[in-house]
């Protein structure tokens, strides 16, 4: 035993030493390369916007948002750009007074450009360490100065860090593992071993002070897989690389969502089964594979008839069924609060205020409370779901406008992305709310707010300016209120890709077939669709009138063009709606009776909610889709048509006003409010040659395919990372120079 006690201390101490040495040889080899790598990099962004720059030289704002963008990197903290005679012409917000142009012709030899071209080191400023590069700019005539790029250097002692965790935690295997075959050679029993094993392993999880250590050589392990492929890197985006995204930009391993919706409904069928429904929701069809791909939570309100039986004592049910990749958490909602709160504030004022759908907002004060203490709620609800301080949470739709700065409150650490499905109306439209400053500073409790479009975006930043005390950072498209950033930037929507209900369909013939043979039509016979909730935006009514325009004008396609209308019934508790659905009733049988004859139909409503196979079913059977809203903020429908022609066949018509018109600019973008260029567009989309229809939709599909609802929620965390990792910064450069200055001052 005393032999192997002293083999024990000879090789703890060897090993010791080892360790040390070769960590200090590894850290300094490591500094030289990261210094190397930075200033590559510098030389490269620069050169990069070498054009810019010098277009922008004489035109100081102009110039400062050419630096601005070159700090979007990652890594590049601020800029500036200097005069031939080292004066400062402009430079980044962030950019440390300590290393102006003046300072370094004031003093900083190491850096002063004239001593030698372009110049690096590396300085201690009040904030830390940073990597400087002084890089000379010219342009044909000659030099214009010289850009000053700071990078952070905190990821190399970060890095060191991780190193120094990586040598102990290798230093420390190979001493017990040493020391094992010691104490085993000492013939130790294997009941006293296993003992000693679970002791050690025990007294680890006990021991604080390696769970930093255990952290460094996760965050190493990250960083080297961020560097095997940057989230940045071009490239479709796809389930795994959104994961990746989360894990790598934000340390989290999942994401908490807030929405109205649940995903999954379980209702009562008949004979006491249960059934599971996919509800006819843009938001759900968007969210859902974004969860299955992160997993999580989702907090929703709890609305079928079988979902209380279905879920546990805390309300959570694993979805989906049979795969269990991510929990549902039902929220509870009295009759009154569900009617105050979704049926009266959200959809009869927020709703009809942001859509330019000539239905007048309704805000009702008893519904304004109801919305508020449901928004209180559901932060509660999603608050106690997170398991650490700084949680990812993603705040859905209009009916969570308090929810953010609720979540907040609770939160302060959290990163909230709120995004907000529908338009955003202009300043004075959204002045007729009575609750609107408090509906803007709920929103601004958020990390990020997104919108579908730009033109939203700037409507909202309008709003805000002309209703609360808050800068407007229209550099960094940032709301700044109460002390705290909020991003504001549009993030077109867009559905999963590849898409699975897609993926499991039939081919092209064989859906036609059975939609034919279901709608009792002829092999040659034209069929177009359209497929929406029951909502007055979607310009249902105008669609009919459009086709029966058509019909009109063309006798030739009475008896041969059919026009299916999948109709989701919704909302149907509140009057407009069902005003809606006696309208669309009583055009279709109108047009039904003018033009059918025999069993031919040329419209067939189907009011019932379909299930997603049935919808990509309908969209494949078709030769035209019409999408045809009055006002709405993106509309998956005509991208869920795209996606689901793999043959390139099929013609979408589209209106104007849907943001879907924006990305799909190869549909046949209508007027829904002129009925008679839509009918001609109609019949445009019925003859058009099926080259022709190849050439759109293929264009369409590479589209879609792109920018696809992964992409969508990747960059929201990616600039959700980004402010984070700002802030951070910030908090490290500004409690040091302020006191800095003080002290100067
Ligand atoms: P919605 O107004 O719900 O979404 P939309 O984007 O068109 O509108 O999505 C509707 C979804 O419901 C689609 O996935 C569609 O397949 C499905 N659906 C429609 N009718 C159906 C039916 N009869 N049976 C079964 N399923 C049906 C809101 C905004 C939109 C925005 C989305 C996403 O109003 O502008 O595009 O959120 O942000």
Redesign the pocket.
């Known amino acids: 035993m005393a032999r192997a006690l002293r083999f024990v201390t000879i090789l703890v101490v060897g090993l010791g030493l080892l360790t040390g040495a070769a960590l200090s040889l590894v850290n300094a080899t490591t500094r030289t390369w990261f210094e190397k790598d930075i200033a590559l990099r510098a030389r490269l962004v620069v050169n990069a916007s070498r054009r810019d720059l010098a277009a922008r030289w004489s035109e100081s704002p102009r110039l400062r948002q050419v630096l601005a963008d070159i700090t979007h990197d990652v890594r590049i903290m601020a800029a500036a750009a200097c005069s031939r005679g080292l004066g400062t012409i402009a430079r980044t917000p962030e950019y440390p007074d300590e290393l102006t142009c003046e300072a370094i012709r004031g003093g900083l030899d190491e850096l002063r450009p004239e001593l030698g071209g372009e110049r690096s080191a590396v300085l201690q400023i009040p904030g830390g360490r940073v990597h400087v590069s002084v890089l000379p700019v010219n342009d044909e005539r000659g030099s214009l100065g010289y850009a000053v790029l700071l990078h952070d250097l905190s990821f190399v002692e970060r890095r060191e860090s991780t190193t120094r965790a990586f040598f102990l935690a290798a230093f420390a295997i190979l001493a017990v593992a040493g020391s094992l075959i010691a104490l085993v050679a000492n013939r130790l029993s294997w009941r006293s071993f296993a003992g000693q094993l679970r002791h050690l392993l025990r007294t680890r999880q006990a021991k604080p002070e390696f769970q930093p250590l255990l952290r460094d050589v996760q965050e190493l392990v990250d960083e080297l897989l961020l560097e095997k492929e940057s989230p940045a890197a071009r490239g479709t985006w796809s389930a795994e690389r959104l994961r990746q995204t989360l894990t790598r930009e934000l340390r989290g391993e999942r994401i908490l969502i807030v929405a109205n919706r649940e995903p999954y409904v379980h209702v009562h069928g008949e004979g006491g089964k249960v059934n599971v429904l996919?509800p006819?929701?843009?938001?759900?069809?968007?969210l859902e594979p974004v969860m299955r791909a992160c997993s999580g939570v989702w907090v929703a309100h709890g609305s079928g008839s079988a979902d209380r039986e279905t879920a546990d004592a805390h309300g959570r049910v694993r979805v989906p069924p049979g795969e269990e990749a991510y929990v549902v958490r039902r929220v509870w909602l009295t009759p009154e609060e569900e009617q105050g709160y979704y049926y009266g504030y959200a959809n009869e004022g927020l709703w009809p205020l942001c859509h330019i759908a000539h239905t007048r907002p309704t805000f009702r004060r008893d519904d304004w409370e109801h919305y508020k203490t449901v928004n209180q709620r559901f932060a509660a609800a999603v608050c106690a779901e997170a398991e650490a301080d700084d949680p990812i949470i993603l705040v859905q739709?209009y009916h969570f406008a308090l929810a953010p700065a609720y979540i907040r409150a609770r939160l302060p650490r959290a990163t909230i992305i709120t995004?907000w499905?529908?338009p955003w109306p202009n300043p004075e439209r959204f002045g007729i709310c009575p609750q609107h400053e408090e509906i803007l500073a709920g929103l601004l409790g958020s990390s990020v707010v997104g919108f579908?479009t730009q033109l939203h975006c700037n409507n909202f930043v309008g709003a805000v300016e002309r209703s609360l005390e808050a800068r407007i950072d229209r550099e960094r498209s940032a709301i700044v209120y109460r002390g705290r950033d909020s991003l504001v930037r549009p993030y077109p929507?867009s559905?999963e890709w590849p898409n699975r209900w897609n993926e499991g369909a039939r081919p092209v013939a064989e859906c036609r077939a059975e939609v034919f043979r279901q709608l009792d039509l002829a092999p040659d016979a034209l069929l177009g669709v359209g497929?929406?909730?029951l909502?007055y935006?979607?310009g249902i009514e105008e669609r009919l009138l459009a086709v029966e325009r058509l019909l009109e004008r063309r006798p030739g396609l009475r008896g041969r063009f059919t026009f299916a209308q999948?109709?989701?019934p919704s909302r149907t508790v509140i009057e407009r709606y069902r005003q809606l659905s006696e309208s669309v009733e009583a055009i279709a049988a109108r047009i039904n009776a003018r033009f059918g004859h025999g069993s031919y139909r040329p419209i067939v409503l189907?009011r019932?909610?379909?299930?997603?196979e049935e919808?990509v079913r309908t969209y494949r059977a078709a030769n035209v889709c019409y999408v045809s809203?009055l006002h709405?903020?993106?509309?998956?429908?005509a991208k869920?048509f795209v996606a689901a022609r793999d043959d390139e066949q099929g013609v979408l018509v589209l209106s104007q006003f849907?943001?879907?018109s924006r990305e799909l600019t190869e549909a046949l973008i209508v007027n829904p409010y002129d009925i008679e260029a839509a009918s001609l567009a109609l019949e445009a989309a019925l003859l058009m040659p099926p080259e022709e229809q190849r050439e759109r939709m293929h264009a369409m599909r590479a589209l879609v395919k792109e920018f696809n609802v992964y992409r969508w929620a990747g960059r929201m965390l990616v600039d959700a990372s980004r402010l984070r990792q700002r802030e951070r910064l910030a908090g490290r450069l500004s409690p040091l120079m302020l006191s800095e200055r003080r002290r100067a001052s």
């Not at 006819?280 to 968007?286: D, E, M, Q, R």
């Not at 019932?608 to 997603?612: C, R």
């Not at 709405?632 to 429908?637: E, K």
């Open positions: 996919h006819a929701s843009g938001l759900v069809t968007a739709d995004f499905h529908i579908h929507i559905i497929v929406d909730r909502d935006t979607k999948l109709a989701a189907l019932s909610h379909h299930e997603p919808v809203s709405d903020g993106m509309n998956l429908v869920e849907a943001g879907a």
